[in-house]
């Protein structure tokens, strides 16, 4: 079965490193994404992927990166850790590029920033 | 802009009893409608979704319509089970600076009683 998974699932880290968390759907969907979620806040877009070689800012993009250098993969880096960049982190895919599109999630890693 | 207001939880409800959780979204032009579920320790996972107006989106035993006129897509159960007990997101998709993105509302945590 089609699956997306990340890795790793819980992560601790200190502030000032570089944290990277992986993603990889076996879907084969053009759409990746990746979202932050806090309490209160549900889920927030930090960036998304429309294919290969493309990334885009979300809203809170701020002190993230992303790169796309093939169709199953999008890690996100975080560059410099912060205590406000303690979070769950979700991946996400779809197939399509319309607004009727169902999109699919990962577990989620559990980031904590010490 | 886009955005989703959902009530607040916690609910906590016995086995059987009628679970409703309202939603209500403003958005521009015509945006779908989802419910997402996130069952302890997993990422989310869609539950139902309805595209246009008038449109029942059903799954589970849960129901959702989609109200144009009120704004608003409340989800509701008639019978809920202990293995109900989750969080629910409601989201909309909608076309927001050239793209079509997921706005979620803030999430209501659900535990059912046995």
């Known amino acids: 079965d089609a699956e997306i998974t990340q890795s790793p699932r819980h992560k601790i880290t200190e502030t000032g490193r570089q944290v990277t968390l992986a993603c990889h759907q076996t879907?084969?969907?053009?759409?990746m994404f990746w979202y932050r979620q806090d309490l209160g806040h549900g889920l927030r877009l930090i960036h998304y992927?429309?294919?290969?070689?493309?990334?885009n800012k979300g809203e809170v993009s701020d002190g993230y990166s992303v790169s796309r250098s093939n169709t199953e993969d999008l890690p996100l880096t975080l560059e410099s850790a912060a205590s406000s960049q303690t979070s769950v982190y979700f991946c996400?895919?779809?197939?399509?590029?319309?607004?009727?599109?169902?999109?699919?999630f990962g577990p989620g890693t559990r980031l904590t920033v010490l | 802009g886009n955005s989703v207001t959902q009530m607040e939880g916690p609910v906590t409800l016995s086995e059987e009893a009628f679970l409703t959780i309202n939603c209500t979204y403003t958005?521009?032009?015509?945006?779908?409608l989802f419910w997402y579920v996130q069952y302890p320790g997993e990422g989310l996972q869609l539950l139902l979704k309805?595209?246009?107006?008038?449109d029942k989106g059903s799954n589970k035993g849960f129901e959702a319509t989609y109200r144009k006129e009120t704004t608003s897509f409340h989800l509701e159960k008639g019978s809920v089970q202990v293995s109900d007990s989750a969080v629910y997101f409601c989201?909309?998709?909608?076309?927001?600076?050239?793209?079509?993105?997921?706005?979620f509302g803030a999430g209501t945590t659900v535990t059912v009683r046995a």
């Open positions: 879907w084969n969907h053009n759409n």
């Open positions: 996400a895919s779809s197939e399509g590029w319309r607004e009727t599109d169902t999109q699919y």
């Open positions: 309805a595209t246009k107006a008038d």
């Open positions: 989201a909309l998709s909608a076309l927001h600076s050239n793209d079509y993105k997921l706005s």
């Open positions: 992927s429309y294919g290969v070689q493309d990334t």
């Open positions: 958005a521009t032009g015509y945006p779908s």
